[in-house]
């Protein structure tokens, strides 16, 4: 089994910067694809960002693409989203998954965090 837990949230002005983290504990992360989703009051649940378990292929959506990095450090069992130029339209809480398939965007992941909040003020 794996458990997810995210951190790094919180309340930040608009066009400033966070980082949120994804520990992993239970077993290694090394063989995991990771991906990033998040969900706004009122609408669905949204992918983000996917990583490999090499790291050599990302995937973004495209209202992200240029803002936000996902990366991993393996031999700490955990997964970054660096959140650049931050919109109020980020807003949501955020939420890591995990799964030994590639899976990008598809929500099928087996292994979900219980999120972190992140508030963008205008």
């Known amino acids: 089994q794996v458990q997810l837990v995210e951190s790094g949230g919180g309340l930040v002005q608009a066009g400033g910067s966070l980082r949120l983290s994804c520990a992993a504990s239970?077993?290694?992360?090394?063989?995991?694809?990771m991906a990033w989703f998040r969900q706004a009051p009122g609408k669905e649940r949204e992918f983000v960002a996917a990583?490999?378990?090499?790291?050599?292929?990302?995937s973004y959506v495209d209202s992200v693409k240029s803002r936000f990095t996902i990366s991993r450090d393996n031999g700490k069992n955990t997964v970054y989203l660096q959140m650049n130029s931050l919109k109020p339209e980020d807003a949501a809480d955020y939420y890591c998954?995990?799964?030994?398939?590639?899976?990008?965007?598809?929500?099928?992941?087996?292994?979900w965090g219980q999120g972190t909040q992140v508030t963008v003020s205008s």
């Open positions: 239970g077993r290694t992360l090394s063989r995991y694809h």
């Open positions: 998954a995990a799964d030994v398939r590639w899976l990008a965007s598809s929500h099928a992941y087996d292994y």
């Open positions: 990583i490999s378990w090499s790291g050599s292929r990302t």
